[in-house]
């Protein structure tokens, strides 16, 4: 099946999930954004889509609206967003619920691809888990067939279910990448190239999504190694953030390994 | 060169190293623990290595003793331990400086293999940097071929910048094994499989280590997605510690961001 799909926003996620969806064999009727010229920069990347700053898309030939904006913009594109009676909307969001979707639209759902994007990084969705909610079965199925068509990984999950899964790809995602940037932070400030941890730190991936990161933990703080902790902090105490951090995490290691035994 | 090698500890380093520089084609000659048992469990991985709990070393044919115990333990293990004059000893701490070696030994050095070791897990050495530092050359040149002879990568770096290596090591290894370890259980109490976010996760590590993970930052915190925000907030209002460490990065990941703006 080919659906006729129209992208609301043209941040990460509309970058790179209409660019699938295209190589995938649909047609992007229609990419939004507030700045005409980022939805510009996004047509350039496509067939023929339309680049507009326009939400009165009543005229629109779309079978499917796809709202892939910010968080905190969506309540507010979606309250002047305008579409046709038998068109399915979908936002792209993990935390928002299905129900942000005005009562004026009849066929809604969620199309939540849990993935990392960044503009400059090409990224293949096939292994991308793609979570589906709809309002109602038709809906679903489309949802669906759309999802089929770019990657084999289809979960359903409620609005509850998928605002937690989110709170844990923060996580595991956003928070581990900021202290890869911590980290990379103090080499430089030595001189360290901070290539040198790559083998550590795909090892650590590597062990924890292998087994149980709980059981995997290693360091001083597991280890209850209080002079290594008190020489490290030392160093850190010129840097109040990293030394905070430093502290806390190493407190909540030992205590989930407490919690544990 | 093959080398005499005696191994003092029995934890995860010494596991691991004694096993790869027997495979290398040194003869690991006696293997120290506190507790004889662990000296024994290790010594029955080894081809013929003699366990004990004693640190007197004296008659030992060993030209090179490496000490790889916790940095809590290192002190008071040198206190005791006595070796030939013409012996190098080496420790394989981080953190530890190389002047913790006591003035009775001669040859002083460190052999600090940069990785997260689980006794549970195989480990292939010879993509593992090892960082040496030696009190004179002789003992250089003798724990360099010592590293050749299991990996690659060889740096050196001195006390001072070893601890700082370190100090990076732990934000991007046993930080980010705890955050996926907060992750699962997050997933864990809601019946979510951890292992959907495979995907997101390795994208993540790959997208640090191929550029600057600072640029590469996403997620709530650095579009300053107040909404969301507040929702994880108020999901984890119940797990002060969770919660903490969720308000904590978030704004340590816009501080760094306006920071090099």
Redesign the interface.
């Known amino acids: 099946m080919s659906y006729k799909i129209t992208i609301i926003g043209s941040g990460?996620v509309a970058w790179h999930l209409s660019q699938a969806l295209e190589d995938a064999g649909h047609s992007i009727q229609e990419v939004y954004s507030r700045n005409i010229d980022h939805a510009k920069k996004l047509c350039a990347k496509l067939y023929d889509a339309f680049p507009t700053d326009d939400l009165d898309f009543t005229e629109s030939e779309a079978d499917i609206f796809l709202v892939a904006v910010?968080?905190?913009a969506l309540e507010s594109v979606l309250t002047d967003l305008r579409i046709p009676d038998d068109a399915i909307i979908a936002h792209t969001s993990g935390?928002r619920p299905i129900d942000v979707l005005d009562l004026l639209f009849f066929h809604k759902g969620v199309f939540y691809p849990?993935?990392?994007?960044?503009k400059q990084?090409k990224?293949s969705f096939d292994?991308?888990?793609l979570c589906i909610e709809a309002s109602n079965d038709d809906t679903k199925k489309i949802l669906t067939n759309l999802a089929k068509s770019i990657t084999k990984?289809i979960?359903y999950?409620n609005s509850e279910?998928r605002?937690?899964?989110?709170?844990?790809?923060?996580?595991?995602?956003?928070?581990?990448?900021?202290?890869?940037?911590?980290?990379?932070?103090?080499?430089d400030?030595?001189e360290?190239n901070?290539?040198?941890?790559?083998?550590?730190?795909?090892?650590?991936?590597n062990?924890?999504?292998?087994?149980?990161?709980?059981e995997?933990?290693?360091?001083?703080?597991?280890?209850?190694?209080?002079?290594?902790l008190q020489?490290?902090l030392s160093?850190?105490k010129e840097d109040l953030?990293?030394k905070?951090?430093?502290r806390?995490?190493s407190e909540?290691?030992l205590?989930?390994a407490k919690d544990r035994n």
Chains 1, 2 share one sequence.
Not at 194 to 205: G, K, Y
Not at 219 to 226: F, H, K, N, S
């Open positions: 990460n910010s968080d905190d935390t849990l993935q990392t994007f960044s990084r990224i292994t991308i888990p990984h979960y999950f279910k605002k937690v899964l989110h709170v844990a790809a923060v996580f595991a995602c956003n928070f581990t990448n900021h202290l890869m940037a911590i980290s990379k932070e103090i080499c400030n030595e360290i901070f290539q040198i941890l790559d083998p550590l730190i795909s090892e650590t991936i062990k924890a999504l292998d087994n149980d990161p709980a995997m933990q290693t360091g001083p703080a597991i280890r209850q190694d209080v002079k290594t020489e490290h160093y850190l953030d990293k905070e951090i430093y806390m995490l909540s290691i205590k989930m």
